[in-house]
């Protein structure tokens, strides 16, 4: 086949024909699939039940200090399950805050924090005029979220293939006080499966913000979750600050939800001595502290990092055939159309789909009307608004290998479809 | 043994010397004990242990509607567990909105929102010069951590023995329009023991706050934590509320804290349709929901209320002995000295101690110099502050019966001396 910008009108309209009846046979399905949201399969919490009989009535239930998880107490965690965490994000137990089932609830914290008290003195951002963060893009929608709840601007950065633009990074940061903070996910990013170089990551550690309270919010979401016996390895932004002189500037996070159970893990951040004191000043109102049974109950399971990259290897097993059988339809169906571009990461939740400028919102659309839900038009940038309109996010991880085997096929043909539409000038308006 | 204030000055120099030396003995003892906090003993939590098995990788994992516990979603939490609490809370499931692990949590977000975006389109909180919330006193301190936290301002509301006095809650909810919560523990409040009656709850009910985002925080802490086989009713508040054309005007909690684990329970708030909704608002972009499979677990341990309440037997069975010695020994050691009165409490987890006036504080460094802790002076009071000095939080469930009973006796004694010391004009610098 041809590439779709080289035919004649003519060439395209039989094209357009031809597609359109595959489309409809395929809405003549009443199909019903997702590729949606970043959820681990069935078969995934399957290979994860064993979590539950790790702390029975017949266990010891005291963590290493021999204080008893049951209890009330330790606002901050308890030290079997700092290791553990410090551990696999590669940083000090000491570094370590442990939060309940959800990270992102320790990020909302954090921003909430920064809006209604201020961060280490300085003053709230609700008294600010504005607060600013920069969102390198695509990236997660619920970070974006948590940013417009509180009336943040979001400034987009571009993504490059190390990571985000640097030079715009360092330009904001250092000149622009409103600046406080900056959404990153370092490793196998949401959705585009960016690894950040050691470059970015040094130039990350060597900003020097216009403001006091800026930090670096490190969503170390999938820093385990490797597709393949690669183990891809990215430099600890912790020590690199503390090198670079600017110890305080992140804070870090990661869970086990896409490790152990998605809704019933533990999460964590990992931030420098000052800040967890500045942190416990108000933690110390929020909460009791989280559940150190769930706690305890995953150091038992896991035991040490070599525990989880273990356990990840058979994550895997569920998850690599399925990113396969996307990539290879997508390659089968579409490559040489020049209709979009993929990617083909080696770790993460994610692939990310390119289509030409103008094409992103009708092809969801063209998908949804034949019973495939894809994660919405705009989802991975701030308020909505893909500015190409060209970037989708395709989730492979739930459905079964049947199910997404169909759903990647329909999507290949919505490509076709919308791109065609879009050649022959028909969805401009 | 006689009424102190009756005693000449002799009489009490020669009593001191009697109770000093008592005193010295206990302090040459080297006693650690802790009568500080409010939190179930071990030999409680030994009997929860089998709600660890309750949920194993043997059983299904799906909530009643078929909702698969283990993966995202259900930000409210399960509908299983919603009935459960609602069955607890006496109210329906349609109210609840489930949290994490801590009750506390919950109630910090409500305040939280309120200053943030405020409540159902008010003005933030943050935007106002004054916010100001009713403290029932003696009441409890986590509270008023929370409330000192967002830089609101205390009132002090005095407690009668059927709830806190009405007419000055009248006065101030109806007619100062910055007067925005009041914190309330309607049964068995936290330390004074007291109940709630009907007049209390229904003239909650008919309210009419001056703010349209008045809320009553009414902190069911201890709805089913019954000492004896006496159950105590106190009126349902949010169909009183219904009742009294005020649906939306209280926000109620309530855990299974100090049911299973203290640590690892499961927490519920209970509110009006239109709360939900506009706190789902918020709650949507701070989290990805609750743990499911916890919920779980406690819903196939307990079932339903008569199995909280079964459960709740075997509990009293740990602190019924407790509270009974600690009261035995208040009764043979200091009635009729005239030094003081306590509560007798049917449920809850505290007994109050009421020194005369000006000597708590004295009483609490007295028992930390002997080895024995107390939650310290003027905590049941904003800003820490007991305007008469003369509240102690006496918290009897968490030592052995052993160590329980070496405290109580060391209580009476720096209840005796420090009483002594005020009468002879020793204390008063």
Known sequence: MKDYAQLTKEELLAEKEKVEKVYKDYQAKGLKLDMSRGKPSPSQHDKCMPILDALSSKDDYHASNGFDVRNYGLVDGIPDAKELMAEMMDTRPENIILGGNASLNLMYDCVCRGYCF???????????????????????????????????????????????????????????????????V???????????????????????????????YWDNAYVVHYLYDEEIKILDIISECEKAGNPDMVYEFASTSKISFAGAGISAMATSQANIEDIKKSLTKQTIGPDKVNQLRHVRYFKDLNGILDHMKLMAEDLRPRFELVCKTLDEELSGLGVGTFTNPKGGYFIMYTTLPGCATRVIELCKEAGVVMTGAGAPFPYHKDPEDSTIRISPSYPSIEDLGKAAKVFTVCVKLATIEHLLGENNG
């Open 118 to 184: 201020g961060i280490m003195g300085s003053t709230p951002w609700h008294k600010l005029d504005k607060v600013k963060f920069l969102c390198p893009v695509p990236g997660y929608d619920r970070h974006f979220g948590v940013t417009e709840q509180f009336g943040i601007e979001m400034i987009n950065i571009p993504m490059n293939e190390d990571g985000p633009d640097m030079d715009m990074v360092e330009k904001y940061v250092n000149n622009d006080d409103a600046v406080k903070g900056i959404w990153c």
């Open 186 to 216: 370092p490793k196998f990013s949401n959705p585009g499966g960016v690894v950040y170089s050691d470059e970015v990551v040094r130039r990350f550690a060597n900003l020097q913000p216009a403001a006091k309270d800026f930090r670096i």
